[in-house]
């Protein structure tokens, strides 16, 4: 039995319910766009007030699979969007006859109805309330790991498999997790809302925060034989993207985005022909997409502009110190530790730390790098934290303390997950005389 | 939606303060619910007494048996209640950070199963 072929990526949610028939391409090309660009928009749209997340992206998952099964037919129409909505609509109504439910769901159909009698045949858009929905997966009331999982399924239909397999947890692990987080927004009552002023920069913080996180995930794992973990890092930056178009003049959205840009720009030079490992300070520059780092630009300097500046802006600063040797050729180290000592004094974080010496070692010498590593080892829990070791050894193997590097070089090699990376530091390892 | 605001406190802390202490804190307890009925938040605030005078049940086989104490001797412990209507989650949120008892001890936020 060979399954129908589609164009919708394999993670995304809809296709679960791909009709056994044969498909229109127009048409299912159509749906997958609208999949990609709505998906969160009507789970935003349909929860908002009833906060029943599962409940809509069943009704929603339904309506994808009539769309699949009309739309060849009788054609796509004009408002995709709209069309969906309104079938998911449908859904929610027999699902809420068939439970009896009570006010509060069909006080969110009379709403649902009076805005889709506007938008559901004309061009008006039905309103964008993924942001609200963002901030609801983001809440303070949900577990901290679960954040950036449920904003992956709820505002981009990932499932819960892929979006395990790039957590590094079992499929039905991350299902319950998300299971537990969706109805805990719903009985609890978890708002859909925008904070208030006073609580925006702390609320949007922690909203931020689960996006680097998806980023991150996606970003290590872009090299694993699963193919599933590797768009991930794409996916965060679609979140930056919608963050940024829906909160105006926000300097650490715009910080993130930039900063989750410059290191996709770096992606295609992350490995050599031969797949193997190279460090930024080696990568060919021609191999960065440009594209991406001048629109990280953009989006920093227009960040900068509005005079707030925040880890995430001075992150990708740092990056973009290092993106800058594609017009000069040389990085310019010390700037870079300014930046980090700036990073340091706002987040106090060991990692930052460590990066910050590594930074002083290359603008003013090893000696002064290893001297600020063995302050930051002295104070903080990095013993299994693999960059510590690797700047420690590639510091002491300079000042020609060699038999201290290969031991650093052993613990780095024992915690690095990659096998490229590992490979690399083997090599470095075996260089050492 | 109604909610439950429970107040968790170090009863050593509340019946070892001062007469001004426990002046100051009932008045400003007072000022809480007033401010709670004025909104029409407040469906029923009480206060209880010590676990000293807790007395917990259970039915084994069905026999009854009857403990003195309460069900679990922790340090902070149940030592009031707020029954309360608010539009969500983040409404009932703000007024237990109101809840005097939220500055020296916990206040467990938690949804009515609506019948």
Same mark, same amino acid.
């Given at each position: 039995m060979t399954q129908p072929k589609t !164009?919708?990526? =394999?993670? &995304? &949610?809809? /296709? *679960? %319910?791909?009709?056994s028939t044969r498909v229109d391409a127009d048409a299912s090309a159509v749906a997958a766009r609208v999949a990609r660009e709505s998906y969160g928009k009507l789970v935003a749209y349909l929860a908002a007030?009833?906060? +029943?997340v599962p409940g809509a992206e069943d009704a929603l998952a339904d309506a994808f699979a009539s769309a699949l099964a009309v739309w060849p037919s009788q054609? *796509? /129409? @004009?408002n995709p969007e709209g069309w969906l909505a309104k079938a998911a609509r449908r859904r929610l109504i027999d699902a809420a006859r068939r439970r009896r439910t009570a006010d509060r769901a069909s006080e969110a159909l009379e709403l649902i109805d009076a805005e889709l009698k506007e938008a559901a045949d004309g061009d008006a858009a039905i309103p964008d309330r993924r942001l609200a929905l963002m901030f609801a997966c983001a809440h /303070?009331?949900? #577990?901290e790991s679960v954040r950036a999982p449920l904003m992956l399924q709820t505002? @981009?239909? @990932? +499932?819960a498999a892929a979006i395990a397999s790039a957590f590094l947890v079992s499929p039905a692990t991350m299902g319950q997790r998300l299971s537990r987080a969706k109805a805990k927004i719903r009985l609890a009552g978890v708002p859909f809302k925008i904070p208030e002023r006073e609580d925006l920069p702390e609320r949007l913080g922690v909203a931020l925060e689960a996006i680097y996180a998806a980023f991150s995930h996606g970003w290590s794992e =872009?090299?694993?034989? $699963? /193919?599933?973990? &590797?768009?991930l890092a794409e996916e965060a930056i679609w979140l930056g993207r919608v963050v940024v178009s829906l909160i105006a003049n926000e300097p650490e959205a715009m910080g993130l985005l930039a900063l989750m840009l410059y290191a996709h720009s770096r992606r295609a030079a992350r490995?050599? =022909? !031969?797949?193997r490992y190279v460090p930024l300070s080696e990568?060919?520059? #021609?191999?960065? $997409?440009r594209a991406a780092i001048e629109e990280a630009e953009g989006l920093l300097r227009a960040a900068g502009a509005l005079g707030a500046p925040g880890r995430f802006q001075l992150e990708a600063a740092v990056q973009s110190a290092h993106a800058a040797r594609r017009l000069?050729?040389?990085?310019?180290w010390e700037a870079i530790a300014v930046l980090y000592d700036a990073l340091f004094a706002l987040t106090a974080s060991p990692v930052v730390a460590v990066n910050r010496a590594a930074a002083i070692a290359q603008a003013r010498g090893a000696a002064a790098g290893l001297e600020l590593l063995d302050e930051v080892g002295a104070n903080s %829990?990095?013993?299994?934290?693999e960059p510590y070791w690797v700047a420690r050894a590639d510091l002491l193997a300079k000042l020609g303390e060699v038999v201290a590097a290969r031991s650093a070089y052993g613990l780095a090699i024992g915690l690095q997950t990659d096998p490229a990376a590992r490979a690399f530091l083997i090599e470095r390892l075996a260089a050492l005389v | 939606m109604q909610y439950l605001l429970m107040i968790h406190n170090d009863e050593k802390t509340i019946l070892g303060a001062s007469p001004q202490e426990t002046g100051a804190r009932l008045a400003a307890y007072g000022a809480y619910i007033k401010a709670m009925s004025d909104a029409g938040v407040n469906k029923g605030a009480q206060r209880l007494h010590p676990v000293s005078t807790a007395t917990t049940v259970r039915v084994k086989n069905g026999k009854t048996q009857v403990l003195n104490g309460p069900y679990a001797e922790i340090?902070?412990?149940?030592g009031g209640y707020l029954l309360i209507d608010a539009p969500d989650l983040e409404s009932a949120i703000s007024w237990a950070s109101l809840c005097p008892g939220a500055k020296d001890g916990a206040i467990e936020v938690r949804p009515i199963w609506e019948m």
């Open positions: !164009q919708q990526r =394999a993670s &995304r &949610r809809p /296709p *679960v %319910a791909y009709p007030t009833s906060r +029943d054609g *796509v /129409p @004009l /303070p009331a949900i #577990e505002i @981009l239909g @990932l +499932d =872009a090299f694993s034989d $699963d /193919p599933r973990g &590797r768009n490995r050599d =022909a !031969q797949g990568q060919a520059i #021609e191999r960065w $997409d000069t050729g040389t990085t310019d %829990a990095l013993a299994g934290f | 340090k902070e412990q149940l």
